[in-house]
């Protein structure tokens, strides 16, 4: 199983601050030498409509890999990843909704214009790819999503390598998880936020039925900016914990992960959605 710290990027893209491409890549760097097997770094997105992603190459420059850590970058369409490809990033996560409504807000484009955009982008990848569909389990603006719709669309790129399901703005249940992920099947996983507080039972009933990658947020930080009301992910120390604590091994030094945390809690000025970290 692969824990991937999304902080930096869905992280850091709903604050009100603006940190620095170095402060970003401090963060990184930071998370990376705590054991986190992948860390997604950056979106390559217009900065003015996501301020918080300006600079994104100037993060990938700032980024002293270590062995053992995966670096990927978030795209939404051909001209996100012309720049991710000029960068040293190991990986591309394209990303698509599962509605018209929230494609349109997130991507300008309707899901079938996405989703034709992130198979081009597949299909010239030079390095590996994770697609995430994003408001896979409900939509700020649409509702409910049918889960045949989303098993369709993950579907069409089970050729991609990775495929992960996003519950966007934190409206899934564990036995939605699982029968998702079950209906999915093969490379998927889960990236879940904790809006209604059953972020962390629902990782772990993605992880019982099958999940290879498990998205959270160092802190619990997080958002979308265009999902209404939309909080943070699922923190990674806590998620740690809980996996350790069910045998799961992660690889990841939680005190030092903490200890990324607590300076975290002080770059922004104010106490994170985690508890771990806290107690």
């Not at 003015?48 to 670096?71: K, L, N």
């Not at 045949?148 to 089970?158: D, H, I, N, P, Q």
Request: with cysteine; hydrophobic share 40%.
């Amino acid at each position: 199983m692969i824990l991937c710290d999304v902080g930096p990027r869905d992280g850091l893209q709903n604050e009100p601050d603006v940190l620095s491409p170095q402060s970003r890549a401090e963060l990184v760097n930071a998370l990376a030498a705590a054991g986190l097997r992948r860390v997604e770094a950056v979106s390559f997105v217009r900065p003015d409509r996501v301020p918080q992603m300006a600079g994104a190459e100037e993060v990938v420059d700032g980024i002293e890999r270590r062995d053992g850590t995966e670096y990927s970058g978030l795209v939404l369409n051909e001209e996100g990843y012309e720049r991710l490809r000029g960068t040293s990033l190991d990986r591309v996560n394209c990303t698509l909704a599962a509605t018209d409504s929230f494609s349109r807000r997130n991507a300008n484009a309707t899901v079938d214009e996405a989703a034709a955009r992130v198979e081009r982008i597949v299909s010239g990848a030079d390095r590996p790819v994770t697609v995430t569909i994003s408001v896979a389990f409900g939509c700020p603006f649409e509702g409910a999503v049918d889960p045949g719709v989303v098993a369709a669309l993950a579907e069409r790129f089970a050729g991609a390598g990775e495929v992960v399901l996003a519950d966007t703005i934190g409206v899934a249940t564990p036995s939605a998880v699982r029968s998702l992920v079950e209906r999915v099947g093969g490379n998927v996983g889960g990236h879940f936020h904790n809006t209604r507080n059953t972020g962390y039972a629902n990782a772990l009933a993605a992880l019982e039925a099958g999940a290879t990658v498990l998205d959270a947020s160092v802190g619990g930080v997080g958002g979308c900016p265009f999902a209404p009301r939309a909080t943070g992910n699922i923190a990674t120390e806590d998620l740690v914990y809980l996996l350790e604590g069910e045998g799961v091994e992660t690889g990841v030094d939680l005190d030092a992960l903490i200890r990324v945390s607590q300076g975290l809690e002080q770059t922004l000025g104010r106490t994170l959605p985690g508890q771990l970290y806290r107690v």
